[in-house]
Structures are given as structure tokens and as C-alpha cells.
């Protein structure tokens, strides 16, 4: 994300060759067509703009473009909620300053990795059947109440800190256990990304968990040549837990307006099935785990104040 101008060039290149004629409403003529999708003529003609000034914007000159152009590109592009997203960030990135200073601070801004307030951690605990947590726009996850960090107890495992879910989809080979639908997993997590990097350019700890994706993993090196983007705001989550079992759970990723950049994820299971059933055995197993965290803390404490004790 460092070359915006090469990443704009990507994007706009990528969406104009997955889009048919047909797809965009035009008519064919023959058979023979030397480029994949649509010809950067047929896009302009469709933007209402130029060839000379698509090209331009293909080019990487997405800076000057006015919201009225974006927004003929996006549908002409028939690009999805996410994508237009990256495209508006893309170019709000590019212009020149002062909005190039604006964009640089809201990155500035996102890349912090705050305290979590108390008030937002004691919704967290008051959840007490439901796992939840908080991350950033990284995929840090930043708190936990007891049911999150006993579901996700692989994540939590791996010794990188901060505890990161892309960078144990990656380069931690019990995510291919611990996640049942690994290919989509990873596929998603390279997308929000690639998402959280068009908001947040120039965040540098977000440059350096992609650096250390790409020159680490292969399969992250692919997907992130995709240029796909995506949100992740809700669906059904497919574990393998190592106490459990399998798990369906659905989740809901819910932005928390006092904090900028922070989502918090909670999952939950449909009463009587048997997903719900597991997290019930979920909740004894993290109790009984925190049971002996405190007794081993207690006793660890009373050896310190007392330790010639014994025969």
C-alpha cells in the first residue's frame, strides 16, 4: 500500500477484466477480443468520461477525480458496497493535501491501539453465556471475556503477541484444524485487509503484519494479489474447538462509534441445537480452567510469603 498509484492501476484493472461485455450491456461483435473483460474504452464510454481521462485514472490519477466520477465508475464496474468503499478510500488517499493530510491523520488515528475503556469491558463480561471480543482494524484482538478467550483458546495459544486472528489463519498450522472452512476463512481475512489498508495507509503497524504475511505465507501472498475486499459483519462461523468439538455459531461484527476503528465480535448459537449445547460445555470447561489458573496463583503466592514450610 505503499505505491497507491500501483495499487489503484491493480484494482481498476482487476474489476474492468472480471466484467464481461455482456455483463455490462453491451453488444458483441465477433469473436476475437485481445483483452479479458472490458476494454478501458468500453468502461469510459459507460463512465461518461473520456478514454484520455480513464486512462488517466487507471493510471493511478484517482486524486482529482470528483465523487459524481467515482460513483459512475462504481456502477459502471458494477463493484459491490465493499469494493466502492475501497475505491472512495483509494482516491481519498491519493488527492493532494489538504485531504491527503486529512487521510493521513484518520490512519493515524486508526492505527493507535487504545485501552479499551472499562465501560466497554464490562459489556464484555456481562455477556456471560456469549463469547465476545474486541479488535481493530489489524485483526488485534485487543479484550475477551471468558467465553472468547476459552472458544478462541488456539489463537490465544499461539505465543505472537498482540494476539492477531489473520496472522494465526497464516502462519499457525493448527488454524487448518481449528478452522472447518479454512480456505474461506483465509480468503476473508486477506479481503478485510485489504479493506482496513485503503482506510488506513499509512498505519504502519498494519504495513508491517502485511509485510510479515507476504515474505511468511504464500497463500497469503496469493490472496492478497486478488485485490478482492470484503466486510465482515455477520455470518456463521465454523469451528473445531479441542475440547468441544465442532461448533456452528453465528456472529455479529458490531463497530463501536465511541471508538474509532474497534469492532466488537459476539457469537452465538441457536437455542437447542447443538452448537448450543457445546457452548454450555464451553462455559464449564473455561470455568474450570479459571478455577485452576486461581488456585495455582494462590498457592504460587502463600509458597512466596511461606517458603520453608514442610518438613
Given at each position: 500500500m505503499n505505491d497507491l498509484r500501483g495499487e489503484v492501476r491493480e484494482f481498476l484493472s482487476s474489476r474492468r477484466?472480471?466484467?464481461?461485455?455482456?455483463?455490462?450491456?453491451?453488444?458483441?461483435?465477433?469473436?476475437?477480443?485481445?483483452?479479458?473483460?472490458?476494454?478501458?474504452?468500453?468502461?469510459?464510454?459507460?463512465?461518461?468520461?473520456?478514454?484520455?481521462?480513464?486512462?488517466?485514472?487507471?493510471?493511478?490519477?484517482?486524486?482529482?477525480?470528483?465523487?459524481?466520477?467515482?460513483?459512475?465508475?462504481?456502477?459502471?464496474?458494477?463493484?459491490?458496497?465493499?469494493?466502492?468503499?475501497?475505491?472512495?478510500?483509494?482516491?481519498?488517499?491519493s488527492a493532494p493535501a489538504p485531504a491527503s493530510v486529512a487521510a493521513r491523520a484518520r490512519a493515524a488515528s486508526r492505527g493507535k491501539s487504545p485501552e479499551v475503556r472499562p465501560a466497554v469491558l464490562q459489556v464484555l463480561e456481562a455477556m456471560a453465556d456469549a463469547p465476545a471480543w474486541v479488535r481493530n482494524g489489524r485483526h488485534d484482538i485487543l479484550a475477551a471475556n471468558r467465553m472468547g478467550r476459552a472458544l478462541y483458546a488456539p489463537v490465544f495459544d499461539d505465543p505472537h503477541r498482540p494476539v492477531n486472528t489473520t496472522r494465526f489463519t497464516y502462519l499457525n498450522p493448527a488454524a487448518r484444524e481449528f478452522w472447518r472452512?479454512?480456505?474461506?476463512?483465509?480468503?476473508?481475512?486477506?479481503?478485510?485487509?485489504?479493506?482496513?489498508?485503503?482506510?488506513?495507509?499509512?498505519?504502519?503497524?498494519?504495513?508491517?503484519?502485511?509485510?510479515?504475511?507476504?515474505?511468511?505465507?504464500?497463500?497469503?501472498?496469493?490472496?492478497?494479489?486478488?485485490?478482492?475486499?470484503?466486510?465482515?459483519?455477520?455470518?456463521?462461523?465454523?469451528?473445531?474447538?479441542?475440547?468441544?468439538?465442532?461448533?456452528?455459531?453465528?456472529?455479529?461484527?458490531?463497530?463501536?462509534?465511541?471508538?474509532?476503528?474497534?469492532?466488537?465480535?459476539?457469537?452465538?448459537?441457536?437455542a437447542g441445537s447443538p452448537s448450543a449445547d457445546g457452548l454450555r460445555m464451553l462455559a464449564s470447561w473455561a470455568a474450570s480452567q479459571e478455577a485452576d489458573r486461581l488456585g495455582a496463583a494462590g498457592a504460587l503466592s502463600a509458597h512466596s510469603e511461606h517458603p520453608f514450610t514442610g518438613g
Amino acid at each position: 500500500m505503499n505505491d497507491l498509484r500501483g495499487e489503484v492501476r491493480e484494482f481498476l484493472s482487476s474489476r474492468r477484466a472480471r466484467l464481461t461485455p455482456e455483463q455490462a450491456g453491451l453488444p458483441v461483435y465477433g469473436g476475437n477480443r485481445r483483452v479479458a473483460g472490458l476494454r478501458r474504452e468500453e468502461v469510459a464510454m459507460l463512465t461518461g468520461v473520456s478514454v484520455d481521462y480513464y486512462v488517466r485514472l487507471e493510471r493511478g490519477n484517482l486524486g482529482g477525480a470528483s465523487e459524481s466520477v467515482l460513483d459512475a465508475l462504481a456502477r459502471t464496474l458494477q463493484l459491490d458496497e465493499a469494493e466502492r468503499e475501497y475505491l472512495f478510500d483509494l482516491a481519498r488517499s491519493s488527492a493532494p493535501a489538504p485531504a491527503s493530510v486529512a487521510a493521513r491523520a484518520r490512519a493515524a488515528s486508526r492505527g493507535k491501539s487504545p485501552e479499551v475503556r472499562p465501560a466497554v469491558l464490562q459489556v464484555l463480561e456481562a455477556m456471560a453465556d456469549a463469547p465476545a471480543w474486541v479488535r481493530n482494524g489489524r485483526h488485534d484482538i485487543l479484550a475477551a471475556n471468558r467465553m472468547g478467550r476459552a472458544l478462541y483458546a488456539p489463537v490465544f495459544d499461539d505465543p505472537h503477541r498482540p494476539v492477531n486472528t489473520t496472522r494465526f489463519t497464516y502462519l499457525n498450522p493448527a488454524a487448518r484444524e481449528f478452522w472447518r472452512d479454512y480456505d474461506q476463512i483465509a480468503n476473508d481475512a486477506a479481503a478485510m485487509l485489504r479493506l482496513e489498508a485503503g482506510r488506513a495507509p499509512h498505519d504502519d503497524g498494519l504495513i508491517r503484519l502485511i509485510g510479515e504475511l507476504s515474505t511468511q505465507s504464500e497463500l497469503f501472498r496469493q490472496r492478497w494479489a486478488s485485490r478482492d475486499v470484503k466486510y465482515h459483519r455477520s455470518g456463521l462461523k465454523r469451528l473445531h474447538h479441542p475440547v468441544v468439538g465442532d461448533l456452528d455459531l453465528t456472529f455479529e461484527s458490531m463497530e463501536l462509534p465511541s471508538e474509532p476503528g474497534l469492532v466488537m465480535n459476539v457469537y452465538t448459537a441457536p437455542a437447542g441445537s447443538p452448537s448450543a449445547d457445546g457452548l454450555r460445555m464451553l462455559a464449564s470447561w473455561a470455568a474450570s480452567q479459571e478455577a485452576d489458573r486461581l488456585g495455582a496463583a494462590g498457592a504460587l503466592s502463600a509458597h512466596s510469603e511461606h517458603p520453608f514450610t514442610g518438613g
